[in-house]
């Protein structure tokens, strides 16, 4: 018989409520789905109470990206080798960053609430700057923001508030996550045989559109967004990412890596480097 993450916490859960008063708070769960992850193997399941919980709480999400990436300023000859339950564990926390599509400061229509969104934001960086990973922190910040809607108003992606969100922090990691985790989302498509580049150029054309309407108020989302399009035209993306147009995925030379890797075995997906 085999059990979704969700539910195996939930279980865990109420074994150890038993006897108790209380239910076991959003919290209790996600901790408990977070070290059911490694028994698992796993991390197709998707609304994990786990993802709420890391969108709301930024002490756990830098917590996590602490356990997937090392210190960006380490003595790389002094590193003594992992365990391999720090690198499994090391490993699950990458993962699971890399499949959170869930947008702090969110409500259920998806609609966002800017003042919650920029808070967390802030705590995360501020928290991961202390611990020596403001870098990986300003990338998974920008793929999460990735997965914001159209905006309702002007029917242009991304939504207003995420907008005003990369203006202010003028972060390049942040601004870079977007293209990586754009490109990444198209994931698993299909082509007529002489089809050539056609799903490209409208793709490239809705993205300038989207700029156009970024570029009055909003020049640095408008920024990312061109260059978002230069990548489906077949351009070179603009350099100032250091980003390349035939490998977007793998090729920001300072995009996050995982802390142990795991011999080739990460997914595809995710925005490893390749040399």
Not at 18 to 25: I, P, S
Not at 212 to 235: D, F, T, Y
Request: hydrophobic share 40%; with cysteine.
């Amino acid at each position: 018989m085999k059990f979704a993450v969700s539910e195996i916490a939930l279980m865990m859960s109420n074994v150890s409520s038993m006897g108790f008063a209380h239910a076991a708070t959003r919290e209790e769960i996600a901790r408990r789905e977070y070290q059911a992850l490694p028994l698992l193997g796993t991390l197709n399941a998707r609304h994990l109470t786990l993802h709420t919980f890391m969108a709301e709480n930024p002490t756990f999400f830098v917590e996590v990206l602490c356990e997937a990436f090392l210190l960006a300023n380490r003595d790389k000859e002094q590193a003594p080798q992992p365990s391999p339950e720090a690198r499994a564990r090391a490993q699950v926390a990458y993962r699971l960053l890399a499949v959170m599509h869930t947008i702090p400061g969110a409500a259920e229509d998806g609609m966002l609430d800017e003042i919650k969104l920029m808070r967390w934001i802030e705590q995360v960086r501020k928290l991961a700057g202390e611990r020596d990973r403001i870098g990986v922190a300003d990338s998974k910040i920008g793929a999460v923001l990735a997965h914001a809607l159209v905006d309702p108003e002007d029917k242009a992606w991304p939504q207003r508030a995420v907008r005003r969100v990369i203006e202010n922090l003028d972060a390049k990691d942040v601004e870079r996550g977007p293209m990586i985790e754009r490109y990444n989302m198209r994931w698993g498509y299909s082509k007529a045989l002489f089809e050539g580049g056609a799903q490209e150029s409208v793709l490239a054309d809705q993205y300038r559109g989207w700029a156009a309407c970024s570029q009055p108020r909003w020049p640095k989302m408008a920024r990312v967004l061109n260059a978002i399009a230069s990548h489906w035209e077949g351009m070179p993306t603009a350099r100032i990412y250091g980003l390349n147009r035939i490998n977007l995925n793998r090729a920001a030379s300072n995009a996050p890596r995982p802390k142990f890797p795991d011999d080739g075995q990460s997914d595809s997906r995710t925005d490893t480097v390749s040399g």
